[in-house]
Nanobody
Framework: QVRLVESGGGLVQAGGSLRLSCAAS????????MGWFRQAPEKERDFVAA????????FYADSLKGRFTISSDNAKNTVYLQMNELKPEDTAVYYC?????????????????WGQGTQVTVSS
């Protein structure tokens, strides 16, 4: 059974930075996509960023380009989300997700496995 565990969330002041981690275990497919999504209170879950299994290709939500960076360490089976210049509107529960494949995916329904989420709160 694939298991994803997010960590690194917390409370940060506006303008600050956080790095989220997502550790994967139990994955039997060697090619996969990893994605980050977020869900603010009373809003739908939105795409943040995605990366292919080899780290060669990344894709971001337009509004987050330049502030957020997704990366991966295959030796550690971990994907990261570096978040800089955080704003109060970045406050949300952040989820990582994975599915087998050679490409990246940006739609929630395309992913098969999800983590439990980590809370990020940005104070003004």
């Amino acid at each position: 059974q694939v298991r994803l565990v997010e960590s690194g969330g917390g409370l940060v002041q506006a303008g600050g930075s956080l790095r989220l981690s997502c550790a994967a275990s139990g994955r039997t497919f060697t090619h996969y996509a990893m994605g980050w999504f977020r869900q603010a209170p009373e809003k739908e879950r939105d795409f943040v960023a995605a990366i292919t299994w080899n780290g060669d290709t990344t894709f971001y939500a337009d509004s987050l380009k330049g502030r957020f960076t997704i990366s991966s360490d295959n030796a550690k089976n971990t994907v990261y989300l570096q978040m800089n210049e955080l704003k109060p509107e970045d406050t949300a529960v952040y989820y990582c997700a994975t599915k087998g494949g050679d490409y990246y995916y940006i739609r929630e329904y395309e992913y098969d496995f999800w983590g439990q989420g980590t809370q990020v709160t940005v104070s003004s």
